[in-house]
């Protein structure tokens, strides 16, 4: 790694109710949440940054979209007062300039990404943002997806979609990484 | 489609000797160069705009890096006087604003895109560009990857890393079609 971990914001990604939606089908890693709330946990008793990046889909028939249940934060990582919260519209977190503008504010190129989905937002989002330069650290047992069908018809397990994002990122765009490898790196 | 493709840009990407390099393993789509070659004999008898995007690579241990025979484009599909040359040294062909610039030149959001890899700078382009406004028509068959082991060490074939790439964007962040199913588009 290029910079210490020790303070380096948590962004977790559209971590909201509409990832519960059944139209999803089955997901993986269904302990993410309170994985995430027990890394949550030691970034807030440290006083470390955490950002919450909210999807406000302008899709009329997204359960992401402003105004409905979906669009609120799943309660397990939901912002407590102080934390930082970013809306976006689109998949990648660094289209709009809030989130960079965040981040040097913070005055790091270092971040750690949790939330969903594993292969949409988060991976457009690591993608952007290491081409952007961005030092990033990816939880994979902080993130999650969906079974998927694939362009030839064939059907994934939502682990086998989740690993495959993994493996198109680790080590060309980020560091792929657990929350106790995290914890105890940052307890060393 | 928002608009029509007669005229749209064809945009191949990082098609240059280094993708033969054998380390990357055994790959898909044996016929991609010679279709997209196909393609590319009637953009150009129409006049049709025509950009190239180089990878530049700056990791010295790169076969695209510049310097060596693998940043050379493939001769099938390698640019004739006159076309529009792109050099890029990111994955996506949009973080430098060289081809927003061209793109806004020729007065258009719409463009069709081939090259290499599927899950890498084709996917990583794509999903950039999309959520930078862009209406992307993507081509199956004129793009191709390479066998891939995932993040659980689980080995897939590069046919089946394709079309998972596939099943990533089409809808989602493009259009995915075929280069005999837009031949026919824009002789209707």
Known sequence: MTQSLHGAPLVIIDLQMAIDHPDWGPRNNPDAERSIAKLLTVWREKGWPVIHVKHNSSHSNSPYRPGQSGNDFKPEVAPIAGENIIAKT??????????????????????????????????????????LGYDIHLLADGCFTHDQVDWNGKSWSAEDVHAHALSNLDGEY???????????????
Chains 1, 2 share one sequence.
């Open 174 to 188: 980020c560091r792929v990484t657990t929350i106790d490898a995290l914890l105890s790196e940052i307890s060393a």
């Open 90 to 131: 689109t998949h990648s977190a660094f289209i709009d300039p809030a989130l960079g503008t965040a981040l040097a504010k913070l005055k790091t190129k270092t971040l750690i990404i949790a939330g969903v989905k594993t292969n949409n937002s988060i991976e457009t989002t690591v993608r952007h943002g290491e081409n």
